[in-house]
């Protein structure tokens, strides 16, 4: 099947889902126009599951090995977010 690239609007919080199809390739992560986005490239008929993404500060705490980095963004021109997601199936419990 055609892939096609989906984004996605993050908000600054710890931890949020986002529905996307199975097997989506994090491309990449930046700020426009004043919000964080998050794009993704996937497969619109394969079927959808659930991503936890996670967002920390610098010196942040974070749940270390299980995360997968996506992307560092500059927001506001002064702040700066660390952007990671869990693995498939992987739940948030912190």
Known sequence: ???????FQLFIGDMQVLVMPRH????HVAEQHG?????????PEEER???VILI????HPNIGELEQYIG????????????YALPEGVRYGG
Request: net charge positive.
């Open 56 to 59: 920390h500060g610098t010196g």
């Open 49 to 51: 599951c659930q991503r």
């Open 1 to 7: 099947m055609p892939q096609v690239v989906w984004k």
């Open 35 to 43: 919000k964080i986005q998050l794009w993704v490239q996937a497969d």
């Open 24 to 27: 989506a390739k994090f491309l």
């Open 72 to 83: 560092t963004v500059f927001a506001n021109g002064f702040l700066v977010w660390h952007v």
